[in-house]
């Protein structure tokens, strides 16, 4: 009870290791996504590829707050992480109302970035 300084490190070791797992991941796709989406699925997923792409970018940025979470349950901060995702679902919807009516598929993939991108800062 109390190794403070060896759950920071080991916490901060862990994000860094994830970011760099979902940079490598992200890269690949914005450099390949179509044809991945092709590869895996078929043709008519290319399509999809800028919004799956766009995601990519939320859950790179996600990533560097992953384990923020678990600080939080590790420190039993129930009022922060409550507080995390009231941010998230209130910039998400806020996001999809204003951007899927005009941009679609797209626009639901920005506000979903949007959250990620919300909730990150929140635990920074």
Do not use: H
Request: with cysteine.
């Amino acid at each position: 009870r109390g190794d403070y300084d060896g759950f920071r490190r080991l916490t901060t070791k862990l994000t860094w290791l994830y970011g760099g797992i979902n940079g490598l991941g992200a890269l690949v796709f914005w450099l390949g996504g179509p044809w991945i989406l092709e590869l895996m699925f078929t043709s008519e997923y290319r399509a999809a590829a800028p919004a799956t792409q766009v995601i990519m970018l939320g859950v790179l940025i996600g990533s560097l707050s992953a384990f923020g979470s678990s600080v939080l349950v590790a420190t039993r901060s129930n009022w922060l992480q409550f507080g995390n995702t009231v941010v998230g679902i209130v910039v998400q919807v806020f996001l999809c109302l204003l951007l899927a009516p005009r941009y679609g598929f797209l626009g639901a993939a920005w506000a979903e970035c949007g959250r990620y991108v919300a909730c990150t800062a929140f635990l920074w």
